[in-house]
T-cell receptor, first 115, second 112 residues
Framework: GDSVTQMEGPVTLSEEAFLTINCTYT??????LFWYVQYPGEGLQLLLK?????DKGSNKGFEATYRKETTSFHLEKGSVQVSDSAVYFC??????????????FGKGTLLTVNP | DGGITQSPKYLFRKEGQNVTLSCEQN?????MYWYRQDPGQGLRLIYY???????QKGDIAEGYSVSREKKESFPLTVTSAQKNPTAFYLC???????????FGPGTRLTVT
């Protein structure tokens, strides 16, 4: 079945540091890929997405590129801020078959950014 | 403003009691979902519904029940049969052909 593996946290960075959170997936065909962010005590918000190979999703300074050859969708940001402290989830959605409604999530990575 | 509301934000119950969590959306989305979140385990799908009066079990449906009598509403009942009900519950919705799921703010249920 489909699965998502993301780097375990917690990740602690200083403000303005470079961020990478690794995400790899296993799926049949060409799924859509997502990064969601969860701030403390809140629901999930969609951060960015990519729907086909080589697509780059970007939002709020975050970027991720859909790499079919390495089945990866790593999240990056060039300069993190304290307000980026949150849990980040990588997820995939099949684009074919009867399960194309269903999101499969990674376990989440807690990011803490210190001033 | 369009969105998903879940109530209450915090819920406390005694063991052996059924409890119903509310989820309402005004996004005109056809599909709705319930997830359970436990620390360090990501999100797991409990139930989903793609149309009124129809719903399917997700990966961890045992001990839960749902109804979908209106497009806007998808309440989740945590029954006394659920062995470990204490968790953070998230409701989501999406258009049937859409790529994104939109999430509510969640309900934290504590059962003692």
């Amino acid at each position: 079945g489909d699965s998502v593996t993301q780097m375990e946290g917690p990740v602690t960075l200083s403000e303005e540091a470079f961020l990478t959170i690794n995400c790899t997936y296993t799926a049949t065909g060409y799924p859509s890929l997502f990064w969601y962010v969860q701030y403390p005590g809140e629901g999930l918000q969609l951060l960015l997405k990519a729907t086909k190979a080589d697509d780059k999703g970007s939002n709020k300074g975050f970027e991720a590129t859909y790499r079919k050859e390495t089945t990866s969708f790593h999240l990056e940001k060039g300069s993190v801020q304290v307000s980026d402290s949150a849990v980040y989830f990588c997820a995939l959605r099949p684009n074919s078959g009867g399960s194309n409604y269903k999101l499969t999530f990674g376990k989440g990575t807690l990011l803490t950014v210190n001033p | 403003d369009g969105g998903i509301t879940q109530s209450p934000k915090y819920l406390f119950r005694k063991e052996g009691q059924n409890v119903t969590l509310s989820c309402e959306q005004n996004l005109n989305h056809d599909a709705m979902y319930w997830y359970r979140q436990d620390p360090g385990q990501g999100l797991r799908l409990i139930y989903y519904s793609q149309i009124v009066n129809d719903f399917q079990k997700g990966d961890i449906a045992e001990g839960y029940s749902v109804s979908r009598e209106k497009k806007e509403s998808f309440p989740l009942t945590v029954t006394s049969a659920q062995k470990n009900p204490t968790a953070f519950y998230l409701c989501a919705s999406s258009s049937l052909q859409g790529y994104e799921q939109y999430f509510g703010p969640g309900t934290r249920l504590t059962v003692t």
